[in-house]
């Protein structure tokens, strides 16, 4: 009797760790935007990138190195190098969205990223698209185009740069189905690190800004902090849950930025983020439970952030 009782509490606390890990993941990636949003305007694109890409492969490194000769050795490593170059694009692109747009809007937009995904997925993997997955991926285009309010003074830039994030998040996403059958999640995450941090050295030297202050050394050291940990918390999670289930607990992401960008930042909040993040929100969620029939669940340690938020 009591063996059964143990049983039945081991049960519901294994039923339970998925989503808590996976809401604890989207905490952690919302701080990680936030930390963004309040950097200095000095540090440009290329600064934030370059910090926490360099800054998550030498932890990386130095966390998981010592398990292994090379840490940087994987299967097919061309694709590898694709994924992490496609990544950082998706990540430079997203962290300009953020600098430029309210947080709020950005969030939003980007996380359309797996009507992208899908559409991805149908022309590298001829994965067919049924009608209520087409219908839920033109619903996101839909609900994208109620967020564009297409004024020119900087609006329209950060939102082409909200949705172009979201095109290569939702291509990085696909890619990772080939690289996770014979790579783990560390060595995927590695390789973006890598390829950001070479994309963005170049930049970087040019006009380096090292953090001389307290709030500035802070920040930088959260968002390496942030991104690593929730990383490692999202992937532990999908050991918990299906791969389906785990994207639409981490949609909560976004839920979780707006709360923060209209609280903290003062973001505005006019009809067309309510309608349009309704849309694309409902959309996503409808397209994963569609989505869970056609797709086998895949080893749960080997599914990455879209963009990691490569």
Not at 23 to 36: G, P, V
Not at 78 to 92: E, N, Y
Not at 155 to 174: I, K, S, Y
Request: overall charge positive.
């Amino acid at each position: 009797m009591v063996h059964e009782i143990i049983k039945g509490y081991r049960l519901k606390i294994e039923e339970m760790a998925g989503p808590l890990l996976m809401l604890a993941a989207a905490i952690l990636f919302t701080l990680l935007n936030f930390m963004i949003k309040l950097l200095n305007p000095e540090y440009t694109v290329w600064h934030i990138v370059f910090y926490r890409c360099f800054g998550g492969m030498v932890l990386l490194v130095l966390m998981f190195g010592h398990n292994r000769q090379n840490p940087f050795k994987g299967y097919n490593i061309p694709l590898l190098m694709t994924r992490g170059c496609i990544g950082s694009v998706a990540f430079c692109c997203l962290v300009m969205a953020i600098k430029i747009l309210p947080l709020s809007t950005a969030a939003v937009i980007f996380y359309s990223y797996p009507a992208f995904a899908a559409l991805f997925a149908f022309i590298l993997y001829r994965e067919t698209l049924g009608m209520g997955e087409m219908g839920s991926i033109f619903a996101v285009i839909a609900g994208v185009a109620v967020l564009f309010d297409f004024h020119l003074a900087g609006g329209l830039f950060g939102q082409t740069m909200a949705v172009v994030a979201a095109a290569f998040a939702g291509m990085t996403v696909t890619l990772i189905r080939s690289l996770r059958q014979h790579n783990g999640p560390v060595v995927i995450y590695l390789y973006f690190c890598a390829m950001g941090t070479l994309i963005t050295l170049p930049m970087f030297i040019n006009s380096s800004s090292i953090p001389l202050n307290f709030k500035d050394f802070s920040i930088i050291a959260g968002m390496i902090l942030t991104s690593i940990s929730a990383q490692i918390l999202m992937n532990q999670g999908f050991f918990h849950c299906r791969g389906w289930e785990g994207g639409v607990f981490m949609s909560s992401e976004v839920i979780f930025t707006a709360i923060a960008g209209i609280v903290f930042l003062n973001d505005p909040v006019p009809w067309r983020f309510w309608t349009g993040g309704a849309i694309i929100m409902g959309s996503v969620v409808i397209l994963a439970r569609l989505k869970k029939n056609n797709i086998q669940p895949s080893p749960p340690a080997h599914i990455s952030h879209p963009s990691e938020k490569a």
